[in-house]
């Protein structure tokens, strides 16, 4: 029986294999029970290792450390990965108030964890893991033990049991919140439906279509590249129609004529300014045009070389060279007003008009091939690791603290991966990642992660719920997940009249909580709470560290 001890409780690098897997495992297995429609999902991993370390099962402690950091790296790059495109994007409209209600969110969870630290005397460390396990937030608790750890070279197992003992209350406490606002306003869900589809409908229409006839005599025999440099308005005339001529391929040379029929792709916002400045709308419908095309076909091919990853539209003389027109592009199922300044990523879908043989030179040029897209891009994957760590290691030195401050393994990997994959095709670094690859590397992480701090924390859990006040924890850590969040979620409702499935999706995305989203996803039966969460998930991922 030598050989069972040697591969359970021995210590060597075997054993931390079998055993971390084994808990990740069973883990994964029990988070996908429902309990009053709620499961805890991968977070429950943490639970099983917490078991295993109170039985006694341990691993070395430099593998334990080596997987936890590892594991939190893997899942806070992969995080920046899939949210760096939209991050900067997320600031115009509507995005910067869901930003603001959701940090609003984490101040007011900070500032009430100050309030109870000062009144009951528990120690600032145990505040912060409490704060964590409260407002469900991991990459927090990576943070806060990363924190510490700099600051004093030792590792601090109270700051992962506040974070164990609060957080089962903090899940119960988010969805609480979300049900109590939904009756506090007797939200309509048919209601917020119909509001929800004509905002959807909105943005599916940011770059749409319109039929003009040309009347301003200043256009009277100009080219067409000449005509888009008098008007600051970005658009595509993507067909003419000449009444000698017939329909053709609207080209950079192109000269325009009193009478012409337009097709013109252009920004929502901008149709009624180019129709101003051009002529006059024409009720000639979609469908006509095509049954003009009678030697024109129109299809949508996937940008998959990484030759063209990064190159403007300009740049790669399409129009010019196969004769062909580029009237749009999609990215991330939005779609995007076709300018020669647009800068092209792998994964986009470009719609192309022309004859068939152009567009199939136009296909060889851009890729369209799916398989290239299944083929992992490895290199920023390590190298962004590498430089987020570095980043993340470097001593911020200010006035008034005495120890200098870092960004940490939470931190510096975060920021380098939103930079990569929003400015890497900038310098034809290919940054797409499929997916389902994605979810790969965030899921593998952040299980590594909770196996390893649940089983480190194990030991010492039961005696301090028991005997250290544990379960006073629990209460704080509920006043911090539930009053932050009715008071914003009232506000973003009342003030800003944010529409009920994104104010799911802001509640979950503050909390940064799987279980709560999902538990939104179902409740409402469309996908506007994952939108919220995606939009206010970045900034809630280190909500520790503000202390």
Known sequence: MDWLRELFIDHSVIQAVVVVSLITAMGLVLGKVKILGISLGVTFVFFIGILAGHLGLSIDPQMLNYAESFGLILFVYALGLQVGPGFFGSFR????????????????????????????????????????????????????????YDMTGIEL?????????????????IILAIVLIRYIFRISFEKENRSAQEAADERASRATHVSLVVRNPALF?????????????????????????????????????EGDKLFVIAATQDINTIVAFIGERIPMHRAEWEKLDTNLVSRRILITRGEVNGKTLGQLHLRGGFGINITRVNRSGLDLVAHPGL????????????????VAGVEKVLGNSLRRLREPNLVPLFLGIALGIILGSIPFAFPGIPQPVKLGLAGGPLIVAILISRFGPHYKLVTYTTMSANLMLREIGIALFLACVGLDAGEGFVETVVNQGGFSWIGYGFIITFLPLMIIGIIARWVYKVNYFTLMGLIAGSMTDPPALAYSNATSGNDMPSVGYATCLLYTSDAADEL
Do not use: W
């Open 93 to 148: 409209k509507g995005g910067i108030t869901l930003n603001l209600l959701a940090t609003g969110v984490v101040f007011l969870g900070v500032i009430i964890t100050c309030g109870i630290h000062f009144i009951t005397g528990i120690p600032i460390t145990t505040m912060v893991g409490i704060l964590s396990g409260a407002v469900t937030n991991t990459p927090g608790l990576g943070a806060a033990q990363q924190a510490y």
């Open 157 to 173: 197992p109270s700051i992962a049991m506040g974070y164990a003992v609060a957080y089962p209350l903090g899940v119960i406490g």
């Open 221 to 257: 025999g100009k080219k067409i590249s000449e005509v888009a440099s008098l008007i600051d308005k970005k658009f595509v005339i993507s067909r003419i129609l000449h009444e000698e001529k017939g329909l053709k391929i609207a080209k950079s040379g192109t000269y325009l004529e």
């Open 343 to 358: 800068q092209l990523q792998i994964g986009d879908r470009v719609t192309v008009v022309g004859t068939e043989t152009d």
